[in-house]
Structures are given as C-alpha cells and as structure tokens.
C-alpha cells in the first residue's frame, strides 16, 4: 500500500531564533515497505530543544539536518504495512523519523511500545528518551544520594520534572527553577522542596535563601546565569550534571562560561556531560522502576500537545518561549 504524507522540511539555516520561514511544509507518497521495513502511520511526534542544534551547519555529537530533507526527532506511531518478521502490521512503535505524518523506517530502527500498559504519548515523553535522560543524570551521572540538596533548572520541563521527582525518592532535597507562578505550583503538587521563578528572583539570590548551607547536585538544563550561580552554591565535591543550556541554543555569538569557573578547583567539583543515546544499556532498568511508578501515578507527568503536523515548526518555537509545560509534543494521528 502506498500512503501520501505530510512533513516539515528545513528550508533555510537560522540565524539566532528560528523563524516560519526557515521550515517548509510539502507532501510525498510513500511506497510500499520492502525487505526489513515497516510503513508507519505517526500518532505523536516529538519537537525537543537539542534540535536547534541539529539546524546549524557545525559538527556535533549528531549529523545536521540537510537543507531541503525533511527534519527528524522522536515519533510514535502503528505500522500500517510490514515487510519484517519482527514488527508485524498493527505494531505500535517508537522511531526516529518524526516530524512527518508517516514514514517508511528500518524495522531495526522501531523499538516496539505496549499501547495497552501506559498513553501513546508517554512514549516520546516521561517513559521515553526525556525520561531515560533524567535517569540517567540523576543516578549514573550525578549519583544522587539520601540526604543531599539537588537543584535543577528547567524542572518544569519533560527531562526536569522527571529528575526532580526520581531525587526526591532518593531521599534528596530539591529545589527547581522554572519560568512561571503556574509551572511553580506544579512542581509543588510533584513534591519538590523548594522552588524559584528565575523571572522574579536571580538564581543566585534565591539559593541563598533555599539552600543557605549550599547544594551537592545541579542538574542543568539552562546553562548561563544558573549554572554560574550554582557553581557559587555547590559544596566541596559537588557534582553538575550537564545535561542542557537552552539559554544559549539561538545566540549568534559565542556565550561566556561562568565567570567562577576557579571555584570547580578550590571546591573539587565534578562536572559532566553526557548524551543519552551512550546510555540505552539503561532502557531495561529505567522502564522497570519509572514505568509502575506512571501507571499508578505515583509519578506526575504533563504534556503540551500542538495539534498537525503543519504545526510543528510552532511547537517547536514555544519550547524557547518556555510556553510548553512537560513534554511537548505534536498530535499528527487519526487514532491517538
């Protein structure tokens, strides 16, 4: 069976924060799976900030996105037709080839997904790759234990909230940063210690006040101002957890670094960064403790959901805006 669909293009390089013009919206007909491919039909597809990245013409940890190809990133979707013994049609699958309506993928790309144990949707957000990552930082990297003070930025995000939840069952203390009065309240309602609107309160004056006997862990997702102020907060043999700098995905110019880097020395500091995708060793593990945990609701989640693919580029634009509270996604499926 072949199927026409809908995907998003990028159309031109940004300059600073991306624009409408920079995406393009076009249709193609895909054909027929062949041998090891399966035709998926998306119901959800995933608009993520280290995207922004992925548009410039740099070498990263990623291949950038080709001018005039369409652009990819997370996806959830059921398999249409099936030409792989392991995925047969009806399958429902997490890939890679979003920002589409459909897509022709790999069978050896799709990782099957239990649409009956957990929402379509948690599979691109807090039982995905955002979910793994806030694993991942919060046990392997930053090795956060009973009794310390974790600060984390961007906690009213997918890969925030999740990690300032999973330190508390670590028996951490943890204060979060966010942008708004009501990603404020939700993190209260998620059990987070402590909390500050970075809009109202500089980082540091507020970890003076929240954390007056210093933080052990920062987990980043910002960069810039914070992560200078909790390079100023951390204790002896503190620990950042370089996971994001979303402050500083659109400049133009190089960005300082913090202006206290000395103190990584004179405090005996660890800082790390890691990527995810060096950490799917960890899905199994993750998925057993954090899954139950969603099912029964011990651990919230919350979605921003943009409805059609034609959209996109928008989502895309209000993650920067911090518009988006939890895990922002695009709905592009009939059935989900």
């Avoid at 809908?6 to 027929?32: S, T």
């Avoid at 940063?177 to 609107?197: C, H, I, P, V």
Wanted: glycine share 12%; charged share 25%.
């Amino acid at each position: 069976m072949s199927l026409r669909s809908r995907e998003i293009r990028l159309a031109a390089r940004p300059r600073g924060l991306p624009v409408a013009g920079d995406f393009e919206l076009a249709e193609v007909e895909l054909p027929d799976p062949v041998d090891g491919q399966v035709l998926v039909r998306n119901a959800f597809v995933s608009v993520d900030p280290y995207m922004r990245g992925r548009m410039n013409d740099v070498r990263s940890y990623v291949p950038s996105f080709a001018l005039g190809e369409p652009l990819t990133g997370g996806a959830v979707g059921q398999v249409l037709a099936s030409a792989s013994e392991t995925l047969p049609e009806g399958t429902w699958v997490v890939h890679d080839l979003g920002w589409r309506e459909a897509a022709l993928v790999d069978a050896a790309r799709a990782r099957p997904f239990d649409a009956s144990a957990a929402p379509l949707s948690t599979a691109l957000g807090v039982l995905g790759m955002p979910g793994l990552t806030a694993f991942v930082g919060i046990d392997d990297i930053g090795g956060v234990k009973e009794g310390e003070t974790v600060l984390v930025s961007g906690a009213a995000g997918a890969v925030g909230s999740l990690a300032g939840q999973l330190a508390r069952r670590r028996g951490a203390r943890v204060i979060g940063s966010a942008g708004s009065a009501a990603k404020l309240a939700w993190l209260e309602e998620l059990g987070f210690d402590e909390t500050f609107d970075y809009h109202e309160a500089r980082p540091r004056k507020a970890l003076r006040e929240l954390a007056p006997d210093g933080i052990d862990v920062y987990f980043d997702n910002v960069g810039g101002e914070t992560l200078e102020a909790a390079v100023g907060a951390l204790n002896r043999y503190g620990r950042i957890v370089a996971c994001g700098s979303i402050a500083g995905y659109n400049a133009t110019e190089p960005q300082p670094g913090p202006r206290n880097l000395f103190l990584v020395v004179t405090k005996r500091l660890r800082m790390q960064g890691f990527i995810v995708f060096d950490h799917f060793d960890r899905w199994g593990t993750f998925l057993a403790e954090v899954g139950p945990l969603v099912a029964d609701g011990t651990i919230g989640y919350r979605e921003t959901i943009v409805d059609g693919i034609e959209r996109a580029p928008e989502a895309f634009l209000a993650l920067f805006a911090g518009d988006n509270v939890g895990k922002m996604l695009v709905r592009v499926g009939p059935d989900s």
